[in-house]
């Protein structure tokens, strides 16, 4: 694929999802490079409609095959939450370090056993005929007592990865995308882009 619009602004996201598609996609544009292209409300129930939602618009703006994702953490214990509000579990506008924190307080005395959680990740790929496709992906692990890594964004610090022993934060970034819930999804949606351009060729 020559060109493929991505419908986020949050740099993370932005450079896994450059690094996954290398010599796939020619050419990976941020939403953010178009300029006068609003914000679309992620106020869908679930993962799915929200990525929906945000490729749908960016391929009808922009005229360009979109991929959006929409992700977050599902905590066993706080019965699925914060789900689809996981980017803003502290409230509209509240930065990693915020929700990080309400999460440690909404677990503070639960024991390891009872902290599992996964996260989960839908990617949507549409075409500006508004036709769609999603890609799910899926990283159990359990959530540590304490921030544990530098690296990564979003609640990476406190999701231990049970069988790697670290938390996201600790990883490498390639290590990362190997097994991440994005890397996952990324990996269903490289291998469809793969077949159909075996189909086109053919």
């Known amino acids: ?12 996201k932005i450079r896994e999802l450059e690094l996954l598609l290398q010599g796939v996609v020619t050419t990976v544009r941020p939403i953010g490079s178009f300029s006068g292209i609003p914000e679309v409300e992620e106020d869908g129930a679930t993962f799915a409609e929200n990525a929906v939602k945000k490729a749908r618009a960016a391929a009808a703006a922009t005229g360009l095959p979109a991929l959006a ?5 599902v905590v066993d214990y706080l019965d699925g939450r914060p789900g689809v509000y996981s980017a803003r579990f502290a409230g509209e506008g509240a930065d990693d370090a915020a929700n990080n924190c309400k999460l440690l307080a909404e677990l503070a005395g639960v024991p390891p056993p009872q902290r ?9 790929f549409c075409l500006p005929d508004g036709s769609c496709r999603t890609f799910k992906g899926r990283l159990p692990g359990i959530i540590l007592t304490e921030e544990q890594g ?5 609640y990476d610090p406190l999701f231990l990865v049970t069988e790697r022993g670290e938390s996201l934060a600790q990883l490498s ?25 075996t189909k086109n060729v053919a």
């Open 1 to 12: 694929m020559r060109e493929l619009v991505v419908a986020t602004r949050n740099r993370g």
């Open 69 to 73: 994702d929409d992700s977050g953490l």
């Open 116 to 124: 599992s959680a996964a996260f989960h990740c839908v990617l949507a």
């Open 150 to 154: 530098d690296g990564g964004f979003g």
């Open 173 to 197: 970034l390639e290590s990362k995308n190997l097994i991440s819930h994005r890397g996952r999804a990324l990996e269903a949606f490289v291998q469809y882009l793969k077949e159909e351009e």
